[in-house]
């Protein structure tokens, strides 16, 4: 396996399994949005309008 920052391959590995979990529960694909990106938790302001424009189409509730 390469070489990756501490934490990187778990933290891929685990939002994929909450993502599987998620289906698996029977919520809707198009009731999600999973995107897997390079990056960390921290300077990811430049993500904000993707999942505000994903959000802002969603019907309430």
Known sequence: MRSLAPGRVPSRRGAAA??????????????????LFDGGHGAIEYRHPLAITWLSGRPAG
Do not use: K, L, M, N
């Open 18 to 35: 909450f993502r599987q979990a998620v289906a698996a529960a029977g919520v809707p694909d198009d009731r999600v949005h999973f995107e």
